[in-house]
Each structure stands twice: as C-alpha cells, then as structure tokens.
C-alpha cells in the first residue's frame, strides 16, 4: 500500500556532508509528520529529526546546528542534510511517515534504513 524508499547514504570522511532523501508512495491521503531515526549497533533507535505538514521541525540535540531536515509535500519526501559529520553520526537511519490513507485510516510507516558511516 504504501513504500518509504531511503537514498543517499553512504561513507564520508568526519567533518563530511551528507543528504538522505526518503520518498512515500502508494494510497497516500495525507502525511503529517515525517522524521529520520537512526539505530547504531548495540544502541536503541532514536529521533534525529522530524518535521510536521506546516513545516516545524524537531531535532536532537546531539545533531541541532548540523543536521537540517526539510520536505517538499508535493513530492512527499523529506530530506535530511547532514554536514559536520562526526564518527558517532554512524548508524542506520530510517525514515519515518505518520499518514493517512484514503481509506481513512492512520498508520505509521518506516523505511527499509540506510546505512551512513564516518570514518577516516
């Protein structure tokens, strides 16, 4: 019904960019929040970044000043533009989706994870 596809991750050097970019398909009414979350081995998942339908946003504080989430509504994708990139910024990070149906119910879907890794 619906599919979240990740890209744009990757190796880069510490003090690197990267942009993730997550695209939502399929019987989309509406979305309201999307986020990135990312799980490094041995740690629990975590929000990095979320950002409603009216454009406010949320971030961690670990990655507040390096990390800017943004989304073009049109398109139904999010982006994540990560620069400042430090060895502990490598994880696995996932997108998210709080939407609607046009069935009319609201579920809350994940991407499949891309991998972004940081080091020399």
């Known amino acids: 019904q619906v599919q979240l596809v990740e890209s744009g991750g990757g190796l880069v050097q510490p003090g690197g960019s990267l942009r993730l970019s997550c695209a939502a398909s399929?019987?989309?009414?509406?979305?309201?929040?999307m986020g990135w979350y990312r799980q490094a081995p041995g740690k629990q998942r975590e929000l990095v970044a979320a950002?409603?339908?009216?454009?406010?946003?949320n971030y961690a504080a670990s990655v507040k000043g390096r990390f800017f989430i943004s989304r073009d509504n049109a398109k139904n994708t999010v982006y994540l533009q990560m620069n400042s990139l430090k060895p502990e910024d490598t994880a696995v990070y996932y997108c998210n989706a709080d939407l609607q149906l046009f069935s009319g119910r609201r579920y809350d879907y994940w991407g499949q994870g891309t991998q972004v890794t940081v080091s020399s």
């Open positions: 399929g019987s989309i009414f509406s979305i309201y929040a």
């Open positions: 950002v409603t339908s009216g454009g406010s946003t």
